[in-house]
């Protein structure tokens, strides 16, 4: 049933609408509050993601990854894709929203110069910390981690690392 209901949001999905997440590699839509969906063009980086991602849950740092499974759509051609568990995200803007009222970020120039997009809390540095006794990690930011229902903050997104 649930795979039904993903092929559906993907095969009628509105790329105007804001009901979607996309990055570089994988776009991510809700199905309920506690189900999504992830999907890819690219079929290596859907089966590297996946079982990356299976790794890090085994490990209690990502939502465990569900079923797998492909779908035509009618303009990218065959899809890649699997359901997943959800996490409670909080968007990098929102943080660094945060950062700038605590006066954290002082201007402007100083965000861009030296990169201070995302707060490293001292639970994302412990995340970040665990995750790198697995994998060699890139791209690790505030956009690619969320809170799992039991509090956990845990990582949503694999596709720049590499399994060590």
Not at 20 to 46: D, E, Q
Not at 87 to 105: H, L, S
Not at 127 to 134: A, D, P, T, V
Not at 140 to 160: E, K, Q, T, W
């Amino acid at each position: 049933m649930s795979i039904e209901i993903a092929k559906e949001a993907i095969a009628s999905h509105n790329w105007e609408s804001k009901d979607w997440f996309g990055g570089c590699v994988a776009n991510f839509k809700y199905i309920t509050p506690s189900l999504g969906v992830k999907w890819y063009c690219n079929h290596r980086m859907a089966d590297k993601t996946y079982a990356m991602q299976k790794l890090a849950f085994q490990h209690g740092l990502a939502p465990e990854p569900l079923q797998k499974f492909k779908i035509e759509h009618r303009i990218y051609g065959t899809l890649k894709a699997y359901l997943t568990e959800t996490v409670d995200w909080i968007p990098g803007e929102y943080i660094t929203q945060i950062r700038k009222i605590a006066g954290i970020i002082h201007s402007a120039d100083m965000y861009y110069k030296y990169g201070l997009r995302y707060l490293k809390t001292e639970e994302y540095i412990i995340l970040e910390q665990k995750l790198w006794k697995l994998f060699v990690v890139d791209d690790l930011h505030g956009n690619n981690v969320g809170y799992m229902a039991d509090g956990r903050l845990v990582c949503i997104d694999f596709s720049h690392f590499e399994v060590r």
